[in-house]
């Protein structure tokens, strides 16, 4: 079962076919109601990924907040995978601001 929204998968492939292309753009999109993603590249063959969590706790790493959000980011990753794009192992906790929790890595671009 896939648990990523069909509107964000589209937008993965569009970033991958542009990556392709040499111009890949920034991507943004609702996971669920409290995780939302945004990549942006940087122009230097890599890009940041930045998952936005609403969300009493925050964990060290985002995968560790349990496994629906350990499947989701799975699915992220396996599509970005598919296009030759390597992500992080893990997303790492960056900040807080207005009550969401930033978590981000680094993808390498083919």
Known sequence: MNH???????????????LLLGSP???????????R????????????????????QTPSALRERGSFVTTVVDGVDSRLRLWGVEP??????????DDTHRYEGWLRLP
Do not use: K, W
């Not at 509107?7 to 542009?18: H, N, P, R």
């Open 25 to 35: 753009p920034r991507v943004e999109g609702r996971l669920r109601e409290d995780l």
């Open 37 to 56: 993603l945004t990549i942006v590249p940087d122009g230097n063959g890599t890009a940041r990924l930045c998952f936005e969590t609403e969300h009493t």
């Open 4 to 18: 990523v929204p069909d509107d964000v998968l589209e937008s993965l492939d569009t970033f991958g076919e542009q």
């Open 88 to 97: 992080p192992e893990a997303y790492e906790y960056t900040e807080t601001v």
